[in-house]
């Protein structure tokens, strides 16, 4: 089962999911941010930040398919055991370069209840702290 779910966070990855993160995160999933203390609980809350995460990791010019966006960011390593993955990721943002892992639950309906982001180096946190209020402020306005 956890091959199909991944199956479909690389396609909603990709624009090709219907339903994109409506349909994979379960109602009561729980959000850790890697520059926010306190988890965050909900879709609407986790649909907010992964949404402004996908800005954020965005980098580059438009492509010829409206809503998509060329990025350097990349899945390195993808680790699955029961129903957890980890993914690693790297990515570049403003010349800075980014690494860090995506740790996703599944629940039993095959949603994901529990997303945990890490990331490194400290540089990198900074400026992903940043430019994510900034996405936020943005897309709450």
Not at 106 to 135: T, Y
């Amino acid at each position: 089962m956890i091959e199909e779910c991944m199956a479909k966070w690389h396609d909603h990855l990709k624009g090709e999911f219907e339903g994109g993160l409506d349909e994979l995160l379960a109602d009561d999933v729980v959000f850790y941010s890697p520059v926010v203390f306190t988890p965050l609980a909900g879709k609407d809350l986790a649909r907010l930040y992964l949404s402004a995460a996908g800005e954020t990791f965005s980098e580059g010019e438009p492509d010829q398919t409206p809503g998509k966006h060329n990025s350097n960011f990349r899945y390195t390593k993808e680790v699955m055991s029961g129903d957890h993955v980890v993914l690693e990721f790297e990515t570049t943002i403003e010349g800075k370069y980014v690494n860090g892992v995506d740790i996703l639950t599944w629940n039993e309906d095959g949603k994901i209840s529990e997303f945990k982001v890490m990331i490194r180096p400290l540089q990198a946190v900074n400026l992903v702290h940043a430019k994510m209020k900034a996405m936020l402020e943005q897309i709450r306005a």
